[in-house]
């Protein structure tokens, strides 16, 4: 079993930063890939970003391109997301997931809803503006 904590949410102001953190405990860390995803009030969840187990290659969802930066410590078996330049519309509970699946599918596995095999419970991001 794996166990996700992110941590790190919270109010800034637009064009502000954030960085979010998970905290991954169970099994090898390195064996995941690890993803970041958010939920906007009233709207389904949508992907932001992935990084493969060795941290070598990363995927970005369209909101996170340019703005976003995932990246994990595996002595630390954390994974994060920096947030820059942030807008009121990034505004969102951000999960963290994990997944056993072939890096290779990351696309697929990123784009289906219960495509993650473990999720964190979230933290609150607020943007105002």
């Known amino acids: 079993q794996v166990q996700l904590v992110e941590s790190g949410g919270g109010l800034v102001q637009a064009g502000g930063s954030l960085r979010l953190s998970c905290a991954v405990s169970?099994?090898?860390?390195?064996?995941?890939?690890m993803g970041w995803f958010r939920q906007a009030p009233g709207k389904e969840r949508e992907f932001v970003a992935a990084?493969?187990?060795?941290?070598?290659?990363?995927y970005y969802g369209d909101v996170a391109k340019g703005r976003f930066t995932i990246s994990r410590d595996n002595a630390k078996r954390t994974v994060y997301l920096q947030m820059n330049s942030l807008k009121p519309e990034d505004t969102a509970v951000y999960y963290c997931a994990a997944t056993a699946q072939s890096w290779t599918r990351i696309a697929v596995v990123t784009s289906t809803a219960n495509g993650m095999d473990y999720w964190g419970k979230g933290t609150l991001v607020t943007v105002s503006s």
């Open positions: 990084i493969r187990g060795s941290g070598s290659s990363v």
């Open positions: 169970g099994r090898t860390f390195s064996a995941y890939a």
